[in-house]
């Protein structure tokens, strides 16, 4: 697989996921929706374990660290296909946008890194302004809204928990394993949940979006998406990946507004921009220093 190749995948499957999700609930149950996509990925990444010869460890370590995955894999997802029948999907991309963000406070705290330079702090400061205009938008959080973006919200917190937790665990892993065994635990826990909140069983429409995008998300979501990801963040700077964060949204709003008439207002466009200037001040902002004076 070329570096290209990887980061043009990456973009492509990011900024169709929230739309693959609106269509996987169409028809289907949101939680068995998302409990038949991580039961297909799994499959399918045991599969592949099995035919590279991975090692797949279940020592207690491994079991902490798949379960800090797991917050992402069924904490945050479960969370998003809930979410996804409030508001635009569009909006999923928008607010997990912030996820960097997030993470680095949260890393000041669980991991206790170095203090953020202001730079930093500032731009924290802008993107969660550009959700507040966001907000500002009647349209947008309203009494038929508002648990859809509480939800998102939850979501988002909760993956950049997991992403912080498991870089805490640091289990030298390579990514497919580790992902499988989060995708295995995360199992029991949608049964769970579909069980308490729906429990009905599904009936599928082929002429409908939902089982296409059911296996989509599947192979190319939790499987081909991933691997990639971690495949150009080994190849490439983290800035140039920073990047995807800050594209994706963008093409996940016309995606909703174009295959899914989402009806996407001034407010949400201003305040997408509004975070995406936070973001670009978060990943490149050490650059803008002052010139030196040449004496």
Aim: aromatic residues 12%; hydrophobic residues 60%.
């Amino acid at each position: 697989m070329s570096v290209p190749s990887a980061y043009l995948a990456v973009l492509a499957i990011w900024a169709t996921t929230p739309l693959g999700i609106a269509w996987s609930s169409e028809t289907v149950n949101p939680l068995m929706a998302a409990w038949l996509r991580m039961g297909i990925a799994a499959v399918l990444g045991w599969l592949l374990v099995r035919t590279l010869r991975l090692d797949m460890p279940w020592h207690r370590q491994a079991l902490r660290s798949y379960a800090f995955a797991t917050l992402g894999i069924f904490g945050a997802m479960s969370s998003t296909y809930l979410a996804v029948r409030f508001v635009p999907s569009g909006l999923i991309s928008v607010i997990f946008g912030l996820s960097p963000v997030l993470s680095a406070l949260l890393a000041q705290v669980l991991l206790r890194e170095a203090p953020m330079a202001p730079h930093r702090w500032l731009a924290c400061v802008i993107a969660l302004s550009g959700l507040g205009w966001i907000f500002m938008d009647d349209a947008t959080l309203s009494l038929e809204t508002w648990p859809g973006i509480a939800l998102l919200l939850l979501a988002v917190l909760l993956f950049s928990l997991s992403a912080v937790m498991v870089k805490r665990e640091a289990l030298a892993i390579h990514p497919l394993p580790h992902t499988v065994g989060a995708l295995m635990l995360s199992l029991p826990c949608y049964g769970l949940l579909w069980l308490l909140l729906d429990g009905t069983a599904p009936t599928f429409d082929f002429s409908s979006h939902s089982p296409w995008a059911i296996l989509y998300l599947a192979v190319f979501g939790s499987l081909i998406g991933f691997v990639s990801y971690f495949y150009i963040l080994s190849k490439l700077p983290p800035s140039t990946v920073a990047l995807v964060t800050l594209i994706t949204p963008v093409f996940a709003l016309l995606l909703g507004s174009l295959l899914n008439d989402e009806n996407v207002g001034l407010s949400v466009w201003s305040g997408t921009a509004v975070i995406m200037t936070g973001l670009a001040l978060f990943f490149w902002g050490h650059r803008l220093r002052p010139a030196r004076l040449l004496l």
